[in-house]
């Protein structure tokens, strides 16, 4: 099992930036592919963004260009940097791990563990 613990989330205005984190603990974090997901206010929790220990990522047409996720795998730390915000990006974000022994991670997989969210509020 692995334990998720997200940080950074805050207020900003529309053209700005934040950096999320994800402490993990538990288990060996790189056997695992790591995303993020996020849940505005009133609609269905979205996939952000995936990435797997060799590095390889995914992104979601909505934060392409603008998010960048990356993993720490000394420290079993994910990140995401979130530039260029605006006021659709306000949601709870949340970290989430699965089980990964090779191959593609896409946010559509099942997602076993995840941590409590962090709020990010964007203001236009």
């Known amino acids: 099992q692995v334990q998720l613990v997200e940080s950074g989330g805050g207020s900003v205005q529309a053209g700005g930036s934040l950096r999320l984190s994800c402490a993990a603990s538990?288990?060996?974090?790189?056997?695992?592919?790591m995303a993020w997901f996020r849940q505005a206010p009133g609609k269905q929790r979205e996939g952000a963004a995936t990435?797997?220990?060799?590095?390889?990522?995914t992104y979601a047409d909505s934060v392409k260009g603008r998010f960048t996720i990356s993993r720490d795998n000394a420290k079993n730390t994910l990140y995401l940097q979130m530039n260029s915000l605006k006021a659709d990006d306000t949601a709870m974000y949340y970290c989430a791990a699965r089980w990964w022994a090779g191959g593609a991670c896409h946010v559509t997989d099942p997602f076993n563990y995840w941590g409590q969210g962090t709020l990010v509020t964007v203001s236009s």
């Open positions: 990435i797997v220990s060799d590095g390889s990522t």
């Open positions: 538990g288990d060996t974090y790189v056997s695992y592919c």
